[in-house]
T-cell receptor
């Protein structure tokens, strides 16, 4: 069974600084997808970024980028130029490419606070 | 586009009562999902519908039933609510089973 681990329950960062959130996962699959979702106090789950395991290039979405290390089964999220609106819970999630039926496996989340 | 909508936003039930959570999406997505989120945990899949006319169990299906009413709507029913079902419930949809999922705003359910 797949598992996703986020080892940092809480983190804080100063506005305009850079922060990296860690995520590791365990799977025997070779083809899969990884996601970062953001959940602000409004509770809405918002997709931040997606990575396909077969792509060596790290995904980037504006100020958000990932460091995907397939051999190490690591998928960290880097937020550059942090903004107050980045304050949220961040969840790492895994999905098999074949046979998943869309079942996202989530980590327990990292609570990020951006301080002015 | 409203995306994924859920009703109600909040609900309080007594043990043994029943209710249905409603979910609708206007993105013409084929797949829909129900998750629950408990404190200190990520979301866990209750049921999913890979396409219209099909439903299947996820990780934590006990105590729930679902109906894929049509392509747009996917409801979750609690037949006899229990305190262990106190949670936040999220509906999500995607183009297909291997695509990113888009979530509704959630329903906070309390069972006393």
């Amino acid at each position: 069974a797949q598992t996703v681990t986020q080892s940092q329950p809480e983190m804080s960062v100063q506005e305009a600084e850079t922060v990296t959130l860690s995520c590791t996962y365990d799977t025997s699959e070779n083809n899969y997808y990884l996601f970062w979702y953001k959940q602000p106090p409004s509770r809405q789950m918002i997709l931040v970024i997606r990575q396909e395991a077969y792509k060596q290039q790290n995904a980037t979405e504006n100020r958000f980028s990932v460091n995907f290390q397939k051999a190490a089964k690591s998928f960290s999220l880097k937020i550059s130029d942090s903004q107050l609106g980045d304050t949220a819970m961040y969840f790492c999630a895994f999905m098999k490419q074949v046979g998943s039926q869309g079942n996202l496996i989530f980590g327990k989340g990292t609570k990020l606070s951006v301080k002015p | 586009n409203a995306g994924v909508t859920q009703t109600p936003k909040f609900q309080v039930l007594k043990t043994g009562q029943s209710m249905t959570l409603q979910c609708a999406q206007d993105m013409n997505h084929n797949s829909m999902y129900w998750y629950r989120q408990d404190p200190g945990m990520g979301l866990r899949l209750i049921y999913y519908s890979a396409s219209e006319g099909t439903t299947d169990k996820g990780e934590v299906p006990n105590g729930y039933n679902v109906s894929r009413l049509n392509k747009r709507e996917f409801s979750l029913r609690l037949e006899s609510a229990a305190p262990s079902q106190t949670s936040v419930y999220f509906c999500a949809s995607s183009v297909g089973p291997s695509y990113e999922q888009y979530f509704g705003p959630g329903t906070r359910l309390t069972v006393t």
